[in-house]
């Protein structure tokens, strides 16, 4: 009861850095579907491909064996063993590519849901996965539920593939009694694929879904409360990238806020490429002196002069104003008291060029 109550009040979204720790503890939304969909992918490709190859060596072996039938003396150790390494040996080579092929398929699975992901915390024993009640829980739970729909479906797909091939393959299968041994692998071979293409089409649809399923249900178990969120942030406060990240975040506010005043200005101090400088001084509007309402270097002067030009601010090259203003004047701050004079001088000869 107090289970379901503490689960009823977390009703917020994880955050990132929640996220990231389950992460770090292994703890991802996976879904197994996607891996029995490249499971499934795999054998398709082994039934098409590589079993081919794979049904020669073992014919070769099987012809070998029969041309030396009265060759190899039972009682000659020797020779019983140099036969069993080569039957030993050939099914070896049929099938590491075959289990290859597999093996990668299925590692291909998890790492296109999740990226790489090295952690030992999965494996770590842990007392509560094998607690009776908890085991109950699950037992009883909608994954478990959706688990033994995706199960059926899968059960009544297949089966109804394997009823329809052999149905509609009767006749070959009868035809096949007196035939020769490659006609019956070619016909098995094609028949396996039928039922697995039929199995692929279904998992992909199911392997969609499940993606879907998982990831709701893993960001709806770990929800967190008002609290929680709370004691998060108290902590992260001194989290020297969380501090970063936040210097970031004010300075890019502060950046779009300072463009955003550049229409406002009346003109723009340039040297002439690499500072750029918006002032702005209008008297009516209780200016006491002409107040800097954006500042930059570099790519952020050139989208100043960008702004300026957009809205037809005048812009006046002086490269030791400009310089002054960048390195004295904070943005939205009134221009100290020796700038007077030479920025007046300015403000009046853009004044005069208007007028013109």
């Known amino acids: 009861m107090a289970d379901d109550e503490d689960q ?58 029969i041309q030396n039938a009265g060759v190899t003396q039972l009682e000659d150790g020797a020779s019983v063993g140099a036969a069993l390494v080569q039957v030993f040996m050939t099914f070896l080579i049929a099938l590491v590519p075959l289990l290859g092929i597999l093996m990668v398929l299925g590692y291909l699975g998890g790492f296109l849901q999740n990226g790489a992901i090295y952690s030992t915390k999965p494996i770590t024993p842990n007392l509560e996965k094998i607690s009776p009640l908890a085991g109950f829980k699950r037992l009883f739970s909608l994954k478990s539920l959706a688990e033994f729909v995706k199960g059926i479906i ?19 299968m009868l035809a096949l009694i007196n035939g020769e041994i490659s006609d019956l692998l070619y016909l098995t071979q094609k028949m396996l694929l039928w039922v697995l293409g039929a199995a692929l089409a279904v998992m992909i649809v199911l392997a969609i879904v499940d993606v879907l399923f998982q990831r709701f249900q893993f960001l709806k178990q770990h929800r967190m409360s008002r609290y929680e969120m709370k004691e998060e942030m108290r902590d992260s406060e001194g989290d020297p990238h969380m501090k970063a990240r936040r210097r970031q975040i004010q300075r890019e506010r502060s950046r779009k806020r300072m463009m955003a005043n550049v229409p406002k200005a009346d003109v723009v101090i340039t040297n002439p490429t690499h500072y750029a400088c918006a002032l702005r001084y209008k008297p009516a509007e209780g200016d006491a002196a002409p ?49 007077y ?16």
């Open 341 to 356: 004079e030479v920025v007046a001088k300015v403000i009046a000869l853009v004044a005069k060029l208007k007028k013109a």
């Open 154 to 172: 899968k059960m009544l797909v297949v089966g109804a593939a394997i009823v329809m091939v052999v149905y509609g393959q009767k006749d070959s």
């Open 8 to 65: 009823g009040s977390k009703t917020e979204e994880p955050t990132e850095q929640k996220l990231r720790k389950l992460r770090e503890d292994g703890n991802v939304p996976t879904s197994r579907e996607v891996n029995n969909l490249f499971a499934i992918l795999g054998m398709v490709i082994l039934a098409g491909l590589a079993a081919p190859w794979g049904f020669g060596k073992i014919l070769e072996l099987a012809a070998a064996v």
């Open 291 to 339: 107040i800097l309402l954006a500042k930059g270097v570099d790519a952020v002067a050139l989208r100043i002069r960008e702004i300026a030009k957009e809205n037809d601010i005048p812009l006046f090259e002086d490269r030791i104003l400009a310089r002054q203003l960048w390195q004295d004047v904070e943005i939205d701050d009134a221009i100290p008291v020796q700038l």
